[in-house]
């Protein structure tokens, strides 16, 4: 199994920025992508951004698209998320997951792996 911790979270004013960052523990020799989700209130977990396990490949959400970067180290076995210009929308718990696939996706239900989450607040 792959354990995950996200680190990073707090409280910014719209336009502002925050870096999250995913480590992980436990079986790690395997190959594993990694994608960011988030759950606002009422709402279901929406996919944000993901990255393939040699980080040659990534995505994002529309919505998140020029704004958000995601990258990852696997020497450190870390994965990033740096948010720019951040919007009130973007207010949400935002969530680490793996898979044990070289490969991520946009399917919340096709990660095994999550973190705890941690809350992003985006308000004037």
């Known amino acids: 199994q792959v354990q995950l911790v996200e680190s990073g979270g707090g409280s910014v004013r719209p336009g502002g920025s925050l870096r999250l960052s995913c480590a992980a523990s436990?079986?790690?020799?395997?190959?594993?992508?990694v994608a960011w989700f988030r759950q606002a209130p009422g709402e279901g977990r929406k996919f944000v951004a993901g990255?393939?396990?040699?980080?040659?490949?990534?995505g994002y959400a529309d919505s998140v698209k020029g704004r958000f970067t995601i990258s990852r180290d696997n020497d450190k076995k870390e994965t990033d998320l740096e948010m720019n210009s951040l919007k009130p929308e973007d207010t949400a718990v935002y969530f680490c997951?793996?898979?044990?696939?070289?490969?991520?996706?946009?399917?919340?239900?096709?990660?095994?792996?999550w973190g705890p989450g941690t809350q992003v607040t985006v308000s004037s």
């Open positions: 997951a793996a898979r044990d696939s070289v490969m991520y996706s946009d399917n919340s239900a096709d990660f095994p792996y």
């Open positions: 436990g079986r790690t020799w395997s190959p594993y992508a």
């Open positions: 990255i393939m396990y040699h980080g040659k490949s990534t």
